[in-house]
């Protein structure tokens, strides 16, 4: 929308961002930058797991037997694994709480609410959804920015920054966490959507002198109901 515009203004908070730094990690050798860095919102669906100085991450669950030991837990499906019924496969990325086995197939619940069996005897590899305080498994970001930082992880599921110049590396050096204001604006004409304003942008605003009023009309409630609902 031009300047000239008529717009409610929102503070959306604060949303937090971690800076990484791609690497590669060559043994008995000093880690390399690769590309630029990128920023990681807290938002990212994708799970990380710590490495060592070395790039050296923990030991993997390697089996459905081993996993079956486990009850009420909750696993990342690390690689494809076939269930025993109507040749359904779960594929890298699904994830899983234990329920029970029978001694032949272990019972899990998929985050669709699904109960699949799988053979105790089939090999497939699965890491624990870590806990804030734990180390091994798999991290959310918002797991990771209760860490202290720099740490090096890899990302073991998800997507790949889009934009990048060059080929994505899975292993990270994360350097710290950056905080960003988030402020919108909606305009008041019809069928318009938020516009995210940076917070370096120079405009001038002049703040509606009827505000007092304007908060015991119906249709700035509707206005405002709108606007919480796109954020």
């Known amino acids: 929308p031009s300047l000239q515009s008529t717009a409610l203004f929102l503070n959306a908070g604060r949303k937090y961002q971690i800076l990484a730094q791609p690497i590669k990690i060559k043994e008995g050798r000093k880690n390399t930058h690769v590309g630029p860095k990128v920023l990681i ?14 790039g050296r991450s923990t030991r993997c669950i390697e089996s459905v037997l081993e996993l079956s030991r486990r009850r009420n837990f909750r696993v990342l499906v690390r690689e494809t694994v076939r269930c025993n019924h109507n040749s359904k496969s779960l594929h890298a990325g699904e994830i899983l709480t234990t329920i029970s086995d029978n001694g ?77 204001d988030r402020i919108f604006a909606l305009p008041l004409q019809k069928d318009m959507d938020l516009v995210s304003v940076p917070l370096n942008a120079k405009i001038k605003i002049q703040r509606a002198k009827n505000m007092e009023q304007l908060d015991h009309f119906i249709e700035y409630s509707r206005f405002l109901d709108k606007a919480q609902r796109l954020l």
């Open 41 to 54: 919102p807290e938002t990212y669906p994708g799970y990380f797991e710590l490495l060592s100085e070395d």
């Open 104 to 180: 032949k197939y272990l019972q899990c619940r998929t985050s669709k609410d699904e109960v699949v069996s799988l053979p105790l005897e089939a090999k497939a590899k699965f890491s624990p959804i870590a806990k804030e305080d734990s180390i091994s498994g798999v991290h959310t970001v918002r797991n990771l920015l209760q860490k202290r930082m720099p740490v090096t992880v890899r990302l073991v599921h998800g997507a790949a920054p889009k934009g990048l110049k060059q080929p994505f590396v899975p292993e990270l050096r994360l350097l710290g966490c950056v905080e960003v």
